[in-house]
């Protein structure tokens, strides 16, 4: 085990549906064992505290639908904007805080649906992205779970996809960002669409480029 070194935020709460406490529980040990110092926080207040983001090296969201303030968001931002990682995966990251468009900016996607039910889908990893350190040897995988459908910003990096077919809404079929990165000012942001349930980090390759994600868009 190395030295603790860097601290870790796991922000958790929002919508029980998503299981906040028990799947941001599967990745304390990973980060503990990553050199983190982590501390978990069940109330937005801590968005607030400039001093404690500050010292804070990577913020973990898990927090679904909910309401956050003005100063909330606003201290966040700041926070990433100077440095501090912000990472997450499916609705406790962009199923969060629905209207707010600065939280929705900083993030770089917004869920809209998803089909009904869990399905089998496949995640494509883009060879292009493939030197990228989230994805890097990582190949094709299938899911069964929720498959998101998103509206995203055109900065963000994307490195794996999904496919929604044609249907009797859609004439063809829609290729959609599943997992990406960003940068917000000095600071990085993972986000990973896929993540609705425990089992689904049970998939090798899900495990993986979301334990990578994490210690990406550490500082």
């Known amino acids: 085990m190395t030295t603790d070194t860097r601290r870790a935020l796991v922000v958790r709460g929002g919508w029980d549906g998503h299981q906040p406490v028990a ?20 109330d937005l207040q801590v968005y607030e505290d400039a001093e404690r983001l500050a010292a804070t090296d990577l913020v973990v969201q898990c927090w679904t639908m909910g309401t956050i303030t003005r ?20 609705g406790g990251i962009v199923d969060s805080f629905r209207g707010d ?13 998803h089909p009904p ?14 030197g990228h350190p989230v994805i890097a040897g990582l190949q094709d995988f299938t899911v069964h779970t929720e498959q998101y459908w998103m509206a995203t910003d055109p900065l963000v990096d994307v ?14 079929p829609a290729v959609m960002p599943a997992v990406w990165t960003r ?8 986000v990973s669409t896929i993540g609705h ?6 998939v090798p390759e899900v495990r993986t480029l979301t334990e990578r994600g994490l210690l990406w868009a550490s500082r």
Do not use: C, N, S
């Open 23 to 42: 799947i941001t529980d599967l990745f304390l040990p990973f980060l503990k064992e990553a050199g983190f110092a982590v501390e978990t926080a069940e």
């Open 183 to 190: 940068t917000w000012g000095e600071g990085r942001v993972f």
């Open 197 to 202: 349930k425990p089992d689904d980090f049970d």
């Open 71 to 90: 100063e909330q968001t606003a201290g966040l931002a700041a926070a990433v904007r100077a440095g501090t990682g912000l990472a997450g995966w499916h």
């Open 117 to 130: 039910g869990y399905h089998d889908h496949t995640v494509r990893v883009l060879p292009e992205r493939a």
């Open 101 to 113: 468009l600065d939280y929705q900016r900083l993030t770089g996607g917004q869920f809209l649906m």
């Open 159 to 172: 490195l794996a996809t999904t496919t929604f077919p044609a249907d009797d809404v859609h004439d063809r």
